[in-house]
C-alpha cells in the first residue's frame, strides 16, 4: 500500500522497505536470456525492472541474430550457441524464451550446469519431460520457475483473497474463454503453427494452459477430469518464405508464400470438472476477429460472481442476486491486503501485462538470491500439472471421448 508523498525516490525505497529489500540484504544476480522473439524482448525488458538483478548476455539462433537482439536492447555479450553462457561461473540464472521444443533441452542443460531456470510456458512437449526437470531441480536444488505471469494482475489476486476469504461461497460454476484473432487468415503464420517447434497442441498450449493455471490458482481448486474438442480450421497455410515475429503484420505477396499443411489446433473447447462440485467450460481460439488478448473468466459461487477481462485489467466485474452488481477499479489501497501486494502503482495508474511479469520475476529473483525465501511463483511442479492437463485435452479430442 503506497502513499503519494511528492518524491518518486522516497516512495521507491519505502516499497523496497516494505517488502525486505535493503542494500545489505540485495545480493546481485546475473542472468542471461536465451531465445530473441516477442518473448526474449519481454523478459528482458522485465528483468531490468529488478533492481538486484543484472542482464548480462543473450542468446539466439545465429550470431547475427543474437547480435542485432543484443544492440536493440542495449546488451553487447551475444551468442548464437547458448551454451557457451551456461560454461560461465558468473551466470546465476537463465531465461528459456525458446520455440517449445527446445524448452526441455535448454532447462536441462541449464539446471545441470547449476543455474537457475525461468522458462516459458508450457514447460515441455511431454509430462515425462517435465517430470524430469522437477527431478533435477529438486536434486540440484536450483530455484525453477514456469512463466504463468497472467496470475500476477492485481485484480486477478484480489479474486483470488476473495475466494480464500469466502466471499464467493462455495464455487459452483467457471467459465471463460482466452481468444485471440493474430492467426485468423491463411496467410497468418508463426513457428506454433508447426508441431515440430511447438509441440502437438498449438491455441490450447499456448493459451489454454494459462486458462487452466489461473482458474486453479485463483480457486484453489484441481481439475478433475475433462472433455477437450480441437479443430484446424485452416487446413493449410501459406508460410512465409521469410522469417515473421509473432502478432507482427505482414505486407507479403503471394510469390512470398509456400503453402503447406497444418496439423495444430486453431480453436479448442473444454469441458471441465473442478474439485469435487464444481463445474465448467472454456474456449481457446486463436482465429476470434477483433479480440486481441481477450483471456477471460467467471466464477460463481454460491454468494455471488465476480468476472475478470484480460483487455480491461484493471477492471473487476462482481455480480449480486439481491443488490446491484459492482465493477471496481484497481486501488491497492482498496484491496485485500494480500492482493494489494502484487501492485506498485498507486489506484488510476493501470498496471498491465508488462507488470506481471516484474510481478513473477521479482518473486523469482528473491529466491535465487536467499534458498530460504518463500517460494511465491509457479514452480516446475506446476508446470508438470499442465503438462498433465495438456495430454489430457489432446487424448480426449483423438478419442472423441
Known sequence: MYQYIGNCDKVYRASMKTRGITKETMRRVQTAVIGAGFMGRVHSDAIRRIPNVDLVAVAAVTEAEAAAFGESIGISRTTGDYRTLLADPGIDAIHVCTPNALHFPVAKAALEAGKAVLCEKPLTLSVAEARELVELAAAKNLANCVNHNLRYYPVVQQIRRMIEAGELGDVLIVQGTYSQDWLLYDTDWNWRIDSKANGALRAMGDIGSHWMDMIQHV?????????????????????PKVAVQTFAGKTLTPDDYVEVPIDTEDYGAVLLRLGDRARGAFTVSQMSAGCKNRFSVEIFGTKCGVGWNQERPDELWIGNRN????????DPSLLLPKAAAYADLPGGHGEGYD????QVFKRFYKRVADAGAEVEYPTFVEGMQGMEKLEKVLESSQLRA
Open 355 to 358: 507488470d506481471t511479469h516484474k
Open 323 to 330: 443488490s446491484p452488481n459492482q465493477v471496481i477499479l484497481k
Open 219 to 239: 480457486t484453489g481448486l484441481k481439475i478433475t477430469s475433462l472433455c477437450a474438442d480441437l479443430q484446424a480450421f485452416h487446413k493449410t497455410r501459406k508460410q
